[in-house]
T-cell receptor, first 113, second 112 residues
Framework: NAGVTQTPKFQVLKTGQSMTLQCAQD?????MYWYRQDPGMGLRLIYY???????DKGEVPNGYNVSRLNKREFSLRLESAAPSQTSVYFC????????????FGNGTRLTVT | SQQGEEDPQALSIQEGENATMNCSYK?????LQWYRQNSGRGLVHLIL?????REKHSGRLRVTLDTSKKSSSLLITASRAADTASYFC????????????FGEGTQLTVNP
């Protein structure tokens, strides 16, 4: 029973490089989310997918794109990484959007130099 | 923008003592949730309390909600060293489209 699995766990990029963060959940949840966590800022929502086939911007979407590949998988892409995107990225899922607890992965620690 | 703000930012207590953390928010909510985060790990859901509820319990955890004061508190009774973690409140504001907004968290240290 893996829950929410994120890959990779660590990544170092140079400015301008691109990469995709992968997330998969095995709980048959409808909704999935990408957050970033920075010191002193709490968690901020980047993008979310309320259900398969839909995606919407969160609080800090600039510089990111997402793909809800199927009900299980939700990927986050950085097209041209910037030092300001150095952060810990968390994927989460919930049974539905609203009145439903979030289940988090263990995060991807990204450093952009 | 941060909807929920936790207080205190850091709390250090001895094993066996009770720990109380507070969360204040700005706008009307549908529900409020508390999460725990151990160092280097993802967040784990603790309790969800709806706007029409005033108190909920789960094991050694007690959560209260006062919508008139726009505040919530999390009480951990008889704390243990394993309770050492960061604790976050998250609000589902009525105007947020059911998207959760997290506060900055309270770092709790329980000394053995």
């Amino acid at each position: 029973n893996a829950g929410v699995t994120q890959t990779p766990k660590f990544q170092v990029l140079k400015t301008g490089q691109s990469m995709t963060l992968q997330c998969a959940q095995d709980m048959n949840h409808n909704s999935m989310y990408w957050y970033r966590q920075d010191p002193g800022m709490g968690l901020r929502l980047i993008y979310y997918s309320a259900s398969e086939g839909t995606t919407d911007k969160g609080e800090v979407p600039n510089g990111y794109n997402v793909s809800r590949l199927n009900k299980r998988e939700f990927s986050l892409r950085l097209e041209s990484a910037a030092p300001s995107q150095t952060s810990v990225y968390f994927c989460a899922s919930s049974e539905r959007q609203g009145y439903s607890p979030l289940h988090f992965g263990n995060g991807t620690r990204l450093t952009v130099t | 923008s941060q909807q929920g703000e936790e207080d205190p930012q850091a709390l250090s207590i001895q094993e066996g003592e009770n720990a109380t953390m507070n969360c204040s928010y700005k706008t009307s909510i549908n529900n409020l949730q508390w999460y725990r985060q151990n160092s280097g790990r993802g967040l784990v859901h603790l309790i969800l309390i709806r706007s029409n509820e005033r108190e909920k319990h789960s094991g050694r955890l007690r959560v209260t909600l006062d919508t008139s004061k726009k505040s919530s508190s999390l009480l951990i009774t008889a704390s243990r060293a394993a309770d050492t973690a960061s604790y976050f409140c998250a609000t589902d504001a009525e105007t947020s489209g059911s998207r959760l907004t997290f506060g900055e968290g309270t770092q709790l240290t329980v000394n053995p």
